[in-house]
């Protein structure tokens, strides 16, 4: 079983910035891709930017170039959001996917409001 430590949730201005980060409990074998999804009160969760253990990213079109993801070591994933808009107001989940399972953060809340 994977847990995780999320931080970096919070308020903030439309236009401000904000940086997540998710610490893993452990690594599973082989490879695997972690990153953040979203979801916002009566929508479903969606991707938000992801990375595999070889580098290769994924964002939703919606970032348009605002964010960006990243790795410090194989157990951790950041996302730095810049240019909020209120429409980023979510629950965010770091999420560990490999092969055969799906591992989910508990979610910090982001909140973009004046």
């Known amino acids: 079983q994977v847990t995780f430590v999320e931080s970096g949730g919070g308020l903030v201005q439309p236009g401000g910035s904000l940086r997540l980060s998710c610490r893993a409990s452990?690594?599973?074998?082989?490879?695997?891709?972690m990153g953040w999804y979203r979801q916002a009160p009566g929508k479903q969760r969606e991707l938000v930017a992801s990375?595999?253990?070889?580098?290769?990213t994924d964002y939703a079109d919606f970032v348009e170039g605002r964010f960006i993801i990243s790795r410090d070591n194989s157990l951790s994933v950041n996302l730095l959001m810049n240019n909020l808009h209120p429409n980023d107001t979510a629950v965010y989940y770091c999420?560990?996917?490999?092969?055969?399972?799906?591992?989910w953060g508990q979610g910090t809340q982001v909140t973009v409001s004046s």
């Open positions: 452990t690594i599973p074998n082989g490879d695997f891709s």
């Open positions: 999420n560990m996917q490999t092969f055969s399972h799906n591992y």
């Open positions: 990375m595999t253990t070889r580098g290769q």
